[in-house]
Nanobody, 127 residues
Framework: QVQPVESGGGLMQGGGSLRLSCAAS????????MGWFRQAPGKEREFVAA????????YYADSVKGRFTISRDNAKNTIYLQMNSLKPEDTAVYYC????????????????????WGQGTQVTVSS
C-alpha cells in the first residue's frame, strides 16, 4: 500500500498563492501517477492536476490551467501543487491521490482510477 499525506492548506485572500505538498510512504515503487483532486461544499470531488511519476508529463483541469503547477521530488516521494492567482471558487478540501498502475487512460482524471487517497487539506480563499 501507499499512504499519501497532504499538508500546506490554509486561508488566503483572492489573488494570493499557496503551495500544497503530498508525501507518499509505503510501497512507493508502485506509484504510476500522483494527482490532486478537490471537493467544495455540496459539490462532487473533481480532478485538479496530475503528474506521471517516471516522466515529466503533467495535465490539468481547464479551471486551473495557467494558475496551478504540479511538480514532484522523486527523492522525497513528494508532489507539490503551487496555486497562484487564487479565486474564491478554488475553496475546497484538496486531496492527494495515488494511481498504482496504468488504467488504460492517457489522462487519469477520474476518481476510480486512483487507488490511495490522503485525508485532505482545507484551502479557503476569501474574496
Amino acid at each position: 500500500q501507499v499512504q499519501p499525506v497532504e499538508s500546506g492548506g490554509g486561508l488566503m485572500q483572492g489573488g494570493g498563492s499557496l503551495r500544497l505538498s503530498c508525501a507518499a510512504s509505503g510501497r512507493t515503487f508502485n506509484i504510476y501517477t500522483m494527482g490532486w483532486f478537490r471537493q467544495a461544499p455540496g459539490k462532487e470531488r473533481e480532478f485538479v492536476a496530475a503528474i506521471v511519476w517516471n516522466s515529466d508529463r503533467t495535465y490539468y483541469a481547464d479551471s486551473v490551467k495557467g494558475r496551478f503547477t504540479i511538480s514532484r521530488d522523486n527523492a522525497k516521494n513528494t508532489i507539490y501543487l503551487q496555486m497562484n492567482s487564487l479565486k474564491p471558487e478554488d475553496t475546497a478540501v484538496y486531496y492527494c491521490a495515488v494511481q498504482s498502475q496504468y488504467s488504460g487512460s492517457y489522462y487519469a482524471t477520474r476518481i476510480h482510477e486512483y487507488d490511495y487517497w490522503g485525508q485532505g487539506t482545507q484551502v479557503t480563499v476569501s474574496s
